[in-house]
């Protein structure tokens, strides 16, 4: 089993920076982020292998997110810079037990509660 625990959301404002955590429990293999605004589906942010060496983004959003891991702390990251109204949205990361990084969220068996990042213009 696995548990995912995510903090960092918050209110920000158009350009601003924020770095988001995912504290696991449990052994992870790929995790990755995904994010869903109102109304909308959940959307593919990044993901990353288990050692941290390979990583997969989203097209849009390579450039100003990074996704990043501490296998000692057994701890994912997103790094958001130049935030913008249009990422606002709940953040959630997500674990799979295989090594291959993919976007597509039922792939993915794990999941956290989510964290509410909102970006004012």
């Known amino acids: 089993q696995v548990q995912l625990v995510e903090s960092g959301g918050g209110l920000v404002q158009a350009g601003d920076s924020l770095r988001l955590s995912c504290a696991a429990s449990?052994?992870?293999?790929?995790m990755a982020w995904f994010r869903q605004a109102p109304g909308k589906e959940r959307e593919f942010v990044a993901a990353?292998?288990?050692?941290?060496?390979?990583?997969k983004y989203r097209d849009s959003l390579e450039g100003r997110f990074v996704i990043s891991k501490d296998n000692a702390k057994n701890t994912l990251y997103l790094q958001m810079t130049s935030l913008k109204p249009e990422d606002t949205a709940v953040y959630y990361c997500a674990n799979r037990g295989a090594t291959a990084l993919t976007d597509d969220p039922s792939r993915y068996g794990y999941w956290g509660q989510g964290t509410q990042v909102t970006v004012s213009s």
């Open positions: 990353i292998s288990r050692t941290g060496d390979t990583t």
């Open positions: 449990g052994r992870t293999f790929t």
